[in-house]
């Protein structure tokens, strides 16, 4: 007989039948994976958006900065300089004389400093600044305040010749480039002519003309200039006050900004992004004693105001705040807040980032007499 061979596991030699392993994740592991994943991906989201929104904030609080700075030093710089003649001394009162038909005043000294609170439609009605009167998009903005400033201008030309008997006054060069049309200032330290250039002539010596018509009232000034403090300087008439641009940022939001209107009727924009201009005129008395009041104010005297508070809201273009501004900003004695807030004065509902500049200046041409 024959043997059958045990293939049994109990065989000698025989290996046991195992079941082939595997490795990898269970179905908990990759949840808890994911969730964590979750976590880590939103907080990297919530970083990234920090971040842009802070770069966003300062962004614009750059521009804010930028527009202040720039608003308030060409304020600063013009209303410092109210009144200036020249050599004269503040403290003297300088004769002066006026023929030119088209200046914008017939009393320098008076007109000098004007100020205007823009509380109705009407409040510049019968005076050059029509045009900006505040009854349409870009003149003066309601409930903002409107300065107006003459003086002569810091360039001058030196005295060659005049004689009041030919209607020429002859100076060294022309550094101010004025040409016919333009209004003019021939000054000493003891008196002033303004009158229109009618005629323009030459050019190492300049001779400028002021003949009688439809531009000066008389072909002769006042006096004949001889005196060696002589110069020609340029009439310079700034009115700067807020108004629309006619632009909106991509919110729909309105755009303000400063602009100033020359002597020409010119109007540009100075630095946009101003919201507001609030300003209060220091007048000063005899017995030294000096009140800060607002335009309007009853009793007040031009002539005496010697210093000027001023202040400009500005505004970003954009709405960079995670919630509407309700801020109420103090501006020269008033306060600003919401529209939907209680100040008498306000500004729009949104989410624009904002800051009030303020300044206070000494007028340099200016003197009480006693």
Same mark, same amino acid.
Request: aromatic content about 6%; proline content about 1%; glycine content about 8%.
């Given at each position: 007989?024959?043997?059958?061979?045990?293939?049994?596991?109990?065989?000698?030699?025989?290996?046991?039948?195992?079941?082939?392993?595997?490795?990898?994740?269970?179905?908990?592991?990759?949840?808890?994976?994911?969730?964590?994943?979750?976590?880590?991906?939103?907080?990297?989201?919530?970083?990234?958006?920090?971040?842009?929104?802070?770069?966003?904030?300062?962004?614009?609080?750059?521009?804010?900065?930028?527009?202040?700075?720039?608003?308030?030093?060409?304020?600063?710089?013009?209303?410092?300089?109210?009144?200036?003649?020249?050599?004269?001394?503040?403290?003297?009162?300088?004769?002066?004389?006026?023929?030119?038909?088209?200046?914008?005043?017939?009393?320098?000294?008076?007109?000098?400093?004007?100020?205007?609170?823009?509380?109705?439609?009407?409040?510049?009605?019968?005076?050059?600044?029509?045009?900006?009167?505040?009854?349409?998009?870009?003149?003066?903005?309601?409930?903002?305040?409107?300065?107006?400033?003459?003086?002569?201008?810091?360039?001058?030309?030196?005295?060659?010749?005049?004689?009041?008997?030919?209607?020429?006054?002859?100076?060294?060069?022309?550094?101010?480039?004025?040409?016919?049309?333009?209004?003019?200032?021939?000054?000493?330290?003891?008196?002033?002519?303004?009158?229109?250039?009618?005629?323009?002539?030459?050019?190492?010596?300049?001779?400028?003309?002021?003949?009688?018509?439809?531009?000066?009232?008389?072909?002769?000034?006042?006096?004949?200039?001889?005196?060696?403090?002589?110069?020609?300087?340029?009439?310079?008439?700034?009115?700067?006050?807020?108004?629309?641009?006619?632009?909106?940022?991509?919110?729909?939001?309105?755009?303000?900004?400063?602009?100033?209107?020359?002597?020409?009727?010119?109007?540009?924009?100075?630095?946009?992004?101003?919201?507001?201009?609030?300003?209060?005129?220091?007048?000063?008395?005899? !017995?030294?004693?000096?009140?800060?009041?607002? @335009? $309007? %104010?009853?009793?007040?005297?031009?002539?005496?105001? &010697? /210093? #000027? +508070?001023?202040?400009?809201?500005?505004?970003?273009?954009?709405?960079?705040?995670?919630? !509407?501004?309700?801020?109420?900003?103090?501006? @020269? $004695? %008033?306060?600003?807040?919401?529209?939907?807030?209680? &100040? /008498? #004065? +306000?500004?729009?509902?949104?989410?624009?980032?904002?800051?009030?500049?303020?300044?206070?200046?000494?007028?340099?041409?200016?003197?009480?007499?006693?």
């Amino acid at each position: 007989q024959h043997r059958i061979a045990d293939c049994s596991s109990d065989a000698i030699g025989a290996r046991p039948m195992t079941a082939k392993s595997h490795s990898g994740f269970t179905l908990i592991e990759i949840l808890v994976a994911l969730a964590i994943g979750a976590l880590l991906l939103s907080g990297i989201v919530q970083v990234f958006t920090s971040l842009k929104q802070t770069d966003r904030v300062a962004m614009a609080l750059s521009r804010v900065q930028e527009a202040g700075r720039t608003a308030m030093d060409t304020l600063a710089y013009d209303l410092r300089m109210t009144g200036y003649k020249g050599c004269s001394d503040p403290t003297i009162t300088e004769n002066v004389n006026i023929i030119a038909l088209n200046a914008p005043t017939n009393d320098f000294i008076a007109d000098s400093l004007r100020g205007f609170d823009v509380t109705a439609t009407n409040w510049s009605s019968g005076t050059e600044l029509s045009d900006i009167d505040g009854t349409a998009a870009g003149d003066a903005r309601l409930n903002s305040d409107v300065v107006s400033i003459m003086r002569a201008s810091e360039l001058s030309s030196e005295l060659n010749e005049h004689d009041n008997n030919n209607s020429n006054v002859k100076v060294l060069g022309n550094p101010l480039e004025l040409s016919k049309d333009d209004i003019a200032i021939l000054s000493d330290c003891d008196s002033m002519d303004i009158f229109a250039i009618t005629n323009v002539t030459g050019s190492g010596i300049t001779t400028f003309a002021h003949g009688v018509g439809t531009t000066n009232s008389s072909n002769k000034l006042s006096k004949a200039y001889t005196d060696d403090n002589a110069r020609l300087l340029a009439f310079v008439s700034n009115t700067y006050f807020v108004s629309d641009t006619g632009r909106k940022n991509v919110a729909g939001d309105t755009i303000h900004a400063l602009y100033k209107r020359d002597v020409n009727g010119v109007v540009s924009e100075v630095v946009e992004g101003v919201e507001n201009l609030q300003i209060t005129y220091g007048e000063e008395f005899i !017995n030294g004693n000096r009140r800060f009041v607002a @335009a $309007g %104010t009853a009793g007040l005297n031009m002539a005496q105001v &010697t /210093s #000027i +508070k001023f202040s400009v809201l500005v505004s970003s273009n954009d709405r960079v705040l995670e919630s !509407n501004d309700s801020t109420v900003y103090q501006m @020269a $004695g %008033t306060n600003i807040g919401p529209a939907s807030g209680s &100040t /008498s #004065i +306000k500004y729009e509902n949104d989410r624009r980032l904002r800051k009030v500049f303020s300044m206070t200046v000494n007028l340099r041409n200016r003197r009480v007499s006693i």
